[in-house]
Structures are given as structure tokens and as C-alpha cells.
């Protein structure tokens, strides 16, 4: 029953892990159009020009994206390991991604000068990405929930799963114990020394014989 519901926990670590899967993903593919804009319309400009507008909302998105795929990655081998140390580190990144989505949002609600708080964008990218949110924010507010109710259900599926291996767990090998006795006959072998009787000598008898006669 324990393997059982252990293997359940793995699917479904994995199924949810594939969220920030598909948005890393769709990051990248968005993060990709716009630098290709940004480059058509720069194309133009001198090398100073492109120095100083340095497009950092794109590399910004696009590392965003990296990194979500790098932890699907990460998930996916914890959960389909089980290694108590894989899913730990998976745990406190997520949970520090937790803390950092938490902040951005809650600085975006309650301030309203939050815009100042970041550069200035020379591309106009943000600008037209906010606009897009703003424009279908009821989407966007299901995506976010979506986002941030899997990255909390893959923290406490990693806790569960994690609660169910023991300590002492080996990679390939049952116990030290079993992997010594499959040793033994081999050192054994090596050590044993053929049996010897004692006993008095063969010819014994006929010397004592042949004294008495003489």
C-alpha cells in the first residue's frame, strides 16, 4: 500500500511540475519574438545606440523562462528518483520562488508608484506587455493562480514524498550486511586449507615387528 501511494505522489509531483513547464516554455517563445523585433528595429542604429539601449526586460523574461524549465527538470529527477537530497533542494527553490512572486505582487497592489521602482525600458516591450495584462487581466489572474496554487501543491507533494523515504536508504544496495555475506564464501575459498589426518605412519608396524624378530 505505501509503494503504491509512493508512485501516486511521484505522478503527480510530475503532472503539476509540467506547469511551470509550459510557462517557462511559452516565455521563451515570447522572450525570442521580441528580441527578433527589438533587433529589426535596432538594426539601423550604431553600435553605441544598441550598448546603451540594452534590452533588459528581454533577457530578463528569457532567464525567467530558463530557470522554470531548469526546475521542471530538477522536479521531475526528484520525483522520479526519490532522493531525499534532490527533493530537498527542490523544496527550498521553490519556496524561495514562492517568496519572490509574493513580493513582486504584493509591491505591484500596493504601491502605485511601482513603476518607478524598475529602469527605464528603451525597447517599449514593457510597456506594450503591460498593456496586454491590463487588457486581459481576468486571463491573466487565473494564470497567475494557477501558477502560484502548483508551485505551493509541488512544495507539500515534495514534503510527502520525502516523508516517505527513510534515511538510511541505499541507492542499489539493500544493506552493507547482505552485500558482506555475498563476499564470504569468495574470501573463504581463498582462506580455506586442505584437511590433514594425523596419525602414526604407515610403516610403524612393520619396523616394531622387524626389531622383535631380530
Same mark, same amino acid.
Given at each position: 500500500?505505501?509503494?503504491?501511494?509512493?508512485?501516486?505522489?511521484?505522478?503527480?509531483?510530475?503532472?503539476?511540475?509540467?506547469?511551470?513547464?509550459?510557462?517557462?516554455?511559452?516565455?521563451?517563445?515570447?522572450?525570442?519574438?521580441?528580441?527578433?523585433?527589438?533587433?529589426?528595429?535596432?538594426?539601423?542604429?550604431?553600435?553605441?545606440?544598441? !550598448?546603451?539601449?540594452?534590452?533588459? /526586460?528581454?533577457?530578463? &523574461? $528569457?532567464?525567467? @523562462?530558463?530557470?522554470?524549465? #531548469?526546475?521542471?527538470? +530538477?522536479?521531475?529527477?526528484?520525483?522520479?528518483?526519490?532522493?531525499?537530497?534532490?527533493?530537498?533542494?527542490?523544496?527550498?527553490?521553490?519556496?524561495?520562488?514562492?517568496?519572490?512572486?509574493?513580493?513582486?505582487?504584493?509591491?505591484?497592489?500596493?504601491?502605485?508608484?511601482?513603476?518607478?521602482?524598475?529602469?527605464?525600458?528603451?525597447?517599449?516591450?514593457?510597456?506594450?506587455?503591460?498593456?496586454?495584462?491590463?487588457?486581459?487581466? !481576468?486571463?491573466?489572474?487565473?494564470? /497567475?493562480?494557477?501558477? &502560484? $496554487?502548483?508551485? @505551493?501543491?509541488?512544495?507539500? #507533494?515534495?514534503?510527502? +514524498?520525502?516523508?516517505?523515504?527513510?534515511?538510511?536508504?541505499?541507492?542499489?544496495?539493500?544493506?552493507?550486511?547482505?552485500?558482506?555475506?555475498?563476499?564470504?564464501?569468495?574470501?573463504?575459498?581463498?582462506?580455506?586449507?586442505?584437511?590433514?589426518?594425523?596419525?602414526?605412519?604407515?610403516?610403524?608396524?612393520?619396523?616394531?615387528?622387524?626389531?622383535?624378530?631380530?
Amino acid at each position: 500500500m505505501a509503494s503504491i501511494l509512493k508512485s501516486c505522489m511521484q505522478f503527480t509531483l510530475k503532472s503539476v511540475n509540467l506547469i511551470m513547464a509550459m510557462v517557462g516554455i511559452a516565455m521563451i517563445l515570447y522572450g525570442f519574438w521580441m528580441l527578433r523585433v527589438w533587433h529589426r528595429d535596432m538594426s539601423g542604429s550604431s553600435y553605441e545606440d544598441l !550598448d546603451y539601449t540594452a534590452p533588459w /526586460f528581454i533577457y530578463t &523574461f $528569457l532567464a525567467t @523562462g530558463v530557470t522554470l524549465c #531548469l526546475l521542471t527538470c +530538477l522536479g521531475h529527477i526528484a520525483a522520479d528518483s526519490a532522493n531525499r537530497f534532490c527533493l530537498l533542494c527542490y523544496m527550498v527553490i521553490i519556496s524561495v520562488l514562492l517568496l519572490i512572486e509574493t513580493g513582486i505582487t504584493a509591491d505591484i497592489l500596493l504601491n502605485e508608484d511601482w513603476e518607478k521602482d524598475i529602469p527605464d525600458d528603451p525597447t517599449g516591450r514593457f510597456r506594450d506587455f503591460k498593456q496586454f495584462v491590463e487588457t486581459n487581466i !481576468d486571463i491573466f489572474k487565473w494564470i /497567475f493562480l494557477i501558477i &502560484f $496554487l502548483g508551485q @505551493g501543491l509541488s512544495v507539500l #507533494l515534495a514534503m510527502a +514524498l520525502r516523508a516517505f523515504i527513510p534515511t538510511n536508504q541505499c541507492s542499489n544496495y539493500d544493506s552493507d550486511k547482505e552485500f558482506t555475506q555475498a563476499r564470504q564464501p569468495l574470501i573463504n575459498n581463498h582462506a580455506q586449507k586442505p584437511a590433514y589426518v594425523i596419525g602414526e605412519p604407515p610403516f610403524a608396524n612393520k619396523n616394531e615387528t622387524w626389531n622383535t624378530n631380530k
